[in-house]
């Protein structure tokens, strides 16, 4: 079965700076993607990154990229100048090629520091 | 990309009653998802819900507890039945469309 680790249940940032996420997950599958998604307090889950894993690049939105290490299984997301309404719980999230549901790593709160 | 509208946005219960939670999609999806975040927790999969077929459970949630209903590709309901305390959490339904867009999610509360 697939599992996803975020192992930083939280993280403090200085407003402007950058900080880094950290996500492992395991799986057999060769196909597959993976998400990163924002949850302010509203609850509403916000998609913010998504990776195809059969794509070396790795993807970038704006402020967000992420660090996708295939073999190690790795996918780090990195938020460069930092604001005040990055504030949120950051969750990775893994789906199967074949399949459409997630499976969610236990989340990271990111605090961000005026 | 695709819109969810999911309502209630929240809503108190008391225990022993139902609670029956729609979305709506704004384009024809083949599967929706239902998910359950327990306060202070990640998300966790109750269910696929295909047009046309009777949903499926994950481990751990059972159709008599979580019955879910897909008349058509763009709808579907989620009803917690029976509530307790328990039960508390919030409710999301979602889709996958090029990536997992989700609904804004209904907080639930029994007492």
């Known amino acids: 079965a697939q599992t996803v680790t975020q192992s930083q249940p939280e993280m403090s940032v200085q407003e402007a700076e950058t900080v880094t996420l950290s996500c492992t997950y395991d799986?057999?599958?060769?196909?597959?993607?993976l998400f990163w998604y924002k949850q302010p307090p509203s609850r509403q889950m916000i998609l913010v990154i998504r990776?195809?894993?059969?794509?070396?690049q790795n993807a970038t939105e704006n402020r967000f990229s992420v660090n996708f290490q295939k073999a190690a299984k790795s996918f780090s997301l990195k938020i460069s100048d930092s604001q005040l309404g990055d504030a949120a719980m950051y969750f990775c999230?893994?789906?199967?090629?074949?399949?459409?549901?997630?499976?969610f790593g236990k989340g990271t709160k990111l605090s961000v520091k005026p | 990309s695709a819109v969810i509208s999911q309502k209630p946005s929240r809503d108190i219960c008391q225990r022993g009653t139902s609670l029956t939670i729609q979305c709506q999609v704004d384009?024809?999806?083949?599967?929706m998802f239902w998910y359950r975040q327990q306060p202070g927790q990640s998300l966790t999969l109750i269910a696929t819900?295909?047009?046309?077929?009777?949903?499926?459970?994950e481990s751990g949630f059972v159709i008599d507890k979580f019955p879910i209903s897909r008349p058509n590709l763009t709808f579907s309901t989620l009803t917690v039945s029976n509530m307790s305390p328990e039960d508390s959490s919030i409710y999301l339904c979602?889709?996958?469309?090029?990536?997992?867009?989700f609904g804004q999610g209904t907080r639930l509360t029994v007492v």
């Open positions: 819900a295909n047009q046309g077929s009777e949903a499926t459970y």
């Open positions: 799986t057999s599958e060769s196909d597959y993607y």
């Open positions: 990776q195809e894993a059969y794509k070396q």
């Open positions: 384009s024809q999806v083949t599967m």
């Open positions: 999230a893994y789906c199967g090629g074949s399949q459409g549901n997630l499976i």
């Open positions: 979602s889709v996958a469309t090029g990536g997992a867009f």
